[in-house]
């Protein structure tokens, strides 16, 4: 992996919730950084209440990391549409995020607790 994504084990319990529910909480969440941006939180899938998720038809693709699908969580209140997205077949330098899904903060709130 190149210099300019940098992924590592993201220390502490991190949670994510959205319209006032937990709806992921892990000890195993990866930390990327990519560049000058922000670090992003990578949960496992197997750490998150996937059936608050559903697909959306929202992609996008990034020139390091491939091609990402967008999720809603569908929540109480209503839908929170494109809050989160992973990489289903990323690129071989950033395989360690592969069923993993991050979270946009400005829909939900990624916390370490």
Do not use: Q
């Amino acid at each position: 992996m190149s210099d300019y994504i940098k992924i590592r084990p993201a220390t502490g319990t991190w949670v994510v919730r959205a319209a006032g529910a937990v709806i992921g909480e892990s000890k195993n969440a990866l930390e990327l950084t990519e560049g000058d941006y922000p670090p992003v939180i990578y949960f496992p899938r197997s750490d998150i209440a996937m059936a608050f998720l559903d697909a959306s038809e929202t992609s996008a693709s990034c020139p390091h990391k491939g091609a990402a699908s967008y999720v809603t969580i569908v929540a109480k209140s209503g839908p929170i549409v494109d809050a989160g997205w992973s990489y289903e077949t990323p690129n071989d330098a950033v395989a360690a995020i592969k069923g993993h899904i991050a979270f946009r903060h400005d829909k939900v709130a990624v916390e370490n607790v």
